[in-house]
């Protein structure tokens, strides 16, 4: 059974996401659709294992994790029971730090 725990984006990580897929779908609409829909799919899986994703290298020492769905890196934290999206990179880019405090 799935666990209950919520998850929730900020504005910022969404704007991300949509800034990555956007610049796919210049080239690909299905490749950009279909990285959406693996970052969505592999988030339900955080859902029941919020500890899945690695912490990020660039932060040691913070309660921030990522989970890497090429070619996206995507950083979250947990509050309680929630899980909460702060930041959607690719894969080749440094994460703004910022974001991660």
Same mark, same amino acid.
């Given at each position: ?22 610049? +796919? ?48 890196? +995507? ?9 909460? +999206? ?16």
């Amino acid at each position: 059974m799935a666990d209950p725990r919520t998850l929730s984006w900020t504005a910022p990580a969404l704007d991300d996401l949509d800034d990555i897929a956007a610049w +796919i779908a210049r080239d690909s609409p299905a490749a950009a659709a279909e990285l959406v829909r693996r970052v969505l799919e592999r988030l339900e899986l955080l859902r029941a294992r919020p500890r899945m994703g690695r912490h990020v290298p660039e932060a040691p020492g913070s309660r921030y994790r990522e989970l890497v769905v090429p070619p996206c890196r +995507i950083m979250y934290r947990r509050e309680g029971a929630a899980l909460v +999206i702060v930041h959607v990179v690719r894969g080749e880019r440094r994460p703004l730090l910022g974001r991660l405090r």
